[in-house]
C-alpha cells in the first residue's frame, strides 16, 4: 500500500480553519466530494468519538485523525496543511500544522497509518510540506523521494569508511554463513554509500526514510529499520534483530557489522556478531514461534517505542517503562490496576500499538507507574498495572531492580516477552521464559 493510492492531489487542503473541529470538516469534505455516496456525517462523528477518546496527535506538528467504515472496501486519505496551525488538543499549547484524515477499510487501516508515518518522520520533508504554496506539490512530495542537498562531495575521513568497509568484506570471506551489514546511518550522503557498497552484496540498513532513491536500490540490498537516533552499540544491537524477524539474516549467521557513530560522515568500526550467541532467543523466527503469542511487527513497534523513549526521555527527563506482550489470558491474571485504566472502554482498532498516532499518548504514560499490557496482536489492553507474580526463585531476580524483576517473574511464569527500561541506566532488556535475553 502506497500514499499513491490512496491520496490524490484535488485531496490536499490548504487549511483556514484554526480549530481542529473546523479543520477536521474541511478534510472531511474534501473526501465526501471526491467520493459522492459518502455519509459526511456518520465519518465526521465517527472521527470525533475517536479524538474525544485519544488524540490521534503523532508527533509535534502533524495529527493523523482517522475512521474506519466498515462499508468502505479501500482507504482514501486528505491532507491538510496550515502555516498558522490549528489548536489541537486542549491541554496542548503546541499547534498542529499538517493534518492527515484516513477514511475507510479496517483491512488496510493499519498499513495506510503506518506508511504515512514513516514518510512523516522525516524532518525534511516535514519542513518542505509546511512551506509548499501547490497541492501538486504537497502530492508530489509525499510521493516520491525527497531530494537533499549533498553534505558535501568529500567526507574528511572518506577514505577510512572505504578502508573500514573493505577489511569488513575481506572478513566476511574467511567464515561460513557470514552476511556483511553496512549501517548507513553514520554517512548522510546516500551517493558515497552506493559507491563504497553497490554491487558487493551487502546488506544496507537505514533508519532515516527514504535515504535511498529507487536508482541506489538497483544495486544495493537495502533495508529501512524502525529505530532511529540510538547510540552505536544500540543501534546495531536493535537493527540485527529486525533483520531477524524480517528474515534477511538467520540465527546461525555470523554478520559482520559496518557502522560509524551516526551522522559522524564516516565508517570506523567493524563488530562480528554471531546471531544465535548474540541474543540467546528461545523462540525461532524460522519457525514462527513467535508469531503463536506476538506477531512480529508487534515486537518490533515496542523494541521502536523502547528505544525513542531510551534516547529521548520524557520532557528532558529519563524514563523507565515496562511493556508486557502476548499471552494476555495468563498476564491478566498475574496483573491488577494501579490507576484507572486509560484505555478502558476504547475500541480496540484506536487503540493498536502498531497505530502511529498513538506513539504521543505511549510516551505520555510511559510516566505512570505500572506495566502496559500489550496483546500479541497489538491491542494495548492496559497502562498503569501492576504485576503481582514472582519469579520461582529467588537466585532468578539476584542483581536486579523491582522492575526488571518484575518483567522476569511474568515471562517465567506466562508465555508473554517484556520489554524494559531503566530510568537510571537508559538500558533495554528483553525477557522471556523467565531470562534475560537481549541487554542493549
Known amino acids: 500500500m502506497t500514499i499513491s493510492e490512496v491520496l490524490t492531489a484535488d485531496r490536499v487542503v490548504f487549511l483556514s480553519s484554526r480549530e481542529r473541529n473546523d479543520a477536521v470538516d474541511e478534510l472531511v469534505r474534501s473526501v465526501c466530494n471526491s467520493l459522492p455516496g459518502l455519509d459526511l456525517e456518520s465519518i465526521r462523528q465517527r472521527v470525533f468519538e475517536r479524538e474525544d477518546s485519544i488524540s490521534s496527535r503523532m508527533s509535534e506538528g502533524i495529527a493523523m485523525p482517522h475512521a474506519i467504515i466498515d462499508s468502505m472496501a479501500a482507504t482514501v486519505a486528505a491532507v491538510g496543511l496550515s502555516r498558522d496551525g490549528v489548536a489541537w488538543d486542549t491541554n496542548r499549547e503546541e499547534p498542529v500544522h499538517l493534518v492527515v484524515l484516513l477514511v475507510g477499510s479496517r483491512d488496510q487501516h493499519l498499513d495506510v497509518l503506518r506508511e504515512f508515518a514513516a514518510r512523516l518522520r522525516d524532518p525534511v520533508l516535514y519542513e518542505r510540506l509546511i512551506g509548499a504554496t501547490e497541492a501538486p506539490e504537497v502530492y508530489d512530495l509525499l510521493t516520491h523521494p525527497v531530494s537533499r542537498p549533498k553534505a558535501g562531495a568529500v567526507y574528511e575521513n572518506q577514505e577510512l569508511s572505504r578502508l573500514t568497509f573493505a577489511h569488513g568484506l575481506h572478513m566476511a570471506r574467511q567464515f561460513n554463513r557470514s552476511r556483511v551489514v553496512v549501517h548507513a546511518d553514520a554517512i548522510p550522503d546516500a551517493d558515497y554509500v552506493y ?26 540490498n537495502i533495508v529501512e529499520i524502525p529505530f532511529r537516533g540510538l547510540r ?43 546471531v544465535r550467541s548474540e541474543f540467546d532467543l528461545p523462540i525461532s523466527f524460522e519457525e514462527d514461534q513467535l508469531g503463536r503469542q506476538v506477531d512480529r511487527h508487534v515486537l518490533t513497534r515496542v523494541l521502536q517505542l523502547a528505544g525513542d523513549l531510551a534516547v529521548e526521555g520524557r520532557e528532558g527527563k529519563p524514563v523507565g517503562a515496562l511493556f ?34 498513538l506513539e504521543e499518548t505511549m510516551k505520555e504514560f510511559a510516566k ?29 531476580q539476584s542483581g536486579l531492580g523491582a522492575r526488571h524483576a518484575a518483567a522476569l517473574a511474568i515471562t517465567a511464569r506466562t508465555g508473554a516477552l517484556s520489554v524494559v527500561i531503566s530510568e537510571s541506566t537508559r538500558r533495554i532488556s528483553v525477557f522471556h521464559a523467565g531470562r534475560r535475553i537481549i541487554l542493549t
Open 195 to 220: 559507491e563504497i557498497a553497490a554491487g558487493s552484496g551487502a546488506l544496507v540498513v537505514s533508519g532515516t526514510q527514504n535515504k535511498f532513491s529507487p536508482a541506489h536500490e538497483k544495486d544495493m
Open 232 to 274: 552505536r552499540s544500540t543501534q546495531v544491537h536493535f537493527a540485527l534483530l529486525f533483520l531477524l524477524s524480517q528474515r534477511h539474516i538467520e540465527r546461525d549467521d555470523l554478520v559482520v557489522n559496518v557502522f560509524g557513530r551516526p551522522d559522524s560522515g564516516f565508517l570506523d568500526s567493524i563488530r562480528l556478531t554471531h
Open 324 to 357: 508486557v506482550v502476548g499471552d494476555y489470558e495468563r498476564v491478566r491474571e498475574q496483573s491488577q490496576q494501579l490507576i484507572i485504566n486509560p484505555f478502558a472502554g476504547i475500541a480496540e482498532e484506536d487503540r493498536n500499538i502498531l497505530d502511529p498516532s
Open 368 to 396: 505512570i507507574d505500572g506495566a502496559f499490557l500489550i496483546r500479541g496482536d497489538g491491542v494495548i489492553m492496559s497502562a498503569g498495572a501492576f504485576l503481582t507474580g514472582r519469579p520461582p526463585s529467588e537466585e532468578m
